[in-house]
């Protein structure tokens, strides 16, 4: 069998080529801080994976999206072994827009930080008197730049976004940068409700859309997943302080309390970090994973 090597490697994820498709790899690493840490965490990459493919499927009538499958036996035989079952999708090849459109239904983190300091938020101005990890009247859409790795991302304005684009799709600018607010509103409202049916709060997330070989906008990369998303838990929402989490809280919160840690943690952290993985996935979709 042919060993095959990954064309580009993230902090936690693969992609392989597969001549006119792509194989994309959620592993079971943890990153914190833009740091790959020395643990794995067991069943973190299928979460990601089963996680994304259950929104992908949830919205795919609101924008056509790039998996093609989730099952192995649809993949080249090496993909067929443990190490790779239930984290690998099979995508469509898209020219990726070099946006990241980013999505606040809740004003926490940065947004939290930049509103204390002069009442906006990436240069949109929010109503006074919001308190931490208030739900804002609207849901915001703040894009930023997509580095490349190691660098960081730049937020910038809507307007900065449609000459962004224009600059590499002359003539496209204004219509791409509206398609990508548009949509990505649109997935947030739908996706936002459905969660708060099943008791998660998504407070902000991202998404990266890229051009099919049409033309046509299609939704790529990731969808929803706690690496990408803040989810808070419903039944303990509180707005007044930050948040409990499903995502990597329990990780960070650790090595910020042990300086020195050489980037691993303890396997009771390690735990806890993938039961909230597991519990968000299993609220949201009812099923375990």
Same mark, same amino acid.
């Given at each position: ?33 833009d ?9 973190k ?8 493919k ?11 999206n790039?998996?093609?499958?989730v ?25 990726m ?29 929010l ?8 739900k =804002?009247?609207?849901? !915001?859409?703040?894009p930023? +730049? @997509?580095? %490349?790795? $190691? ?37 947030y ?6 969660? =708060?049916?099943?008791? !998660?709060?998504?407070?902000? +997330? @991202?998404? %990266?859309? $890229? ?14 997943t ?18 409990p ?16 840690n ?28």
């Amino acid at each position: 069998m042919e060993i095959l090597k990954p064309v580009k490697e993230g902090k936690v994820r693969e992609i392989y080529d597969n001549g006119d498709t792509l194989i994309m790899v959620a592993t079971d690493r943890i990153s914190c801080f833009d740091v790959i840490l020395h643990n794995t965490v067991t069943n973190k990459g299928k979460v990601l994976t089963q996680m994304s493919k259950f929104w992908f499927d949830l919205t795919k009538d609101l924008v056509p999206n790039h998996m093609l499958s989730v099952d192995t036996a649809d993949m080249p035989e090496y993909f067929r072994q443990e190490a790779f079952e239930g984290k690998s999708m099979l995508c469509r090849k898209l020219e990726m827009l070099p946006v990241e459109c980013i999505v606040r239904g809740y004003i926490t983190g940065s947004g939290w930080a930049s509103y204390c300091k002069d009442g906006t938020v990436c240069g949109i101005r929010l109503p006074e008197g919001l308190s931490e990890s208030e739900k =804002l009247p609207e849901p !915001i859409y703040t894009p930023s +730049t @997509k580095a %490349e790795i $190691g660098d960081h991302d730049e937020n910038i304005s809507f307007e900065q976004s449609v000459d962004y684009l224009e600059k590499r799709f002359p003539g496209k600018g204004a219509e791409y940068a509206a398609r990508l607010r548009d949509l990505t509103l649109a997935l947030y409202k739908k996706c936002a409700d459905y969660a =708060l049916s099943r008791g !998660i709060i998504i407070a902000d +997330t @991202k998404f %990266e859309f $890229g051009l099919d070989e049409n033309g046509n906008i299609v939704l790529g990369d990731e969808m929803l997943t706690p690496d990408s998303s803040r989810f808070w838990p419903a039944d303990t929402y509180e707005a007044g302080h930050s948040q409990p989490s499903f995502d990597k809280q329990f990780a960070r919160d650790w090595l910020k309390a042990n300086p020195g840690n050489d980037w691993t943690l303890p396997q009771d952290i390690v735990d806890k970090t993938i039961a909230k993985y597991e519990q968000a996935y299993e609220l949201l979709t009812g099923k375990e994973i």
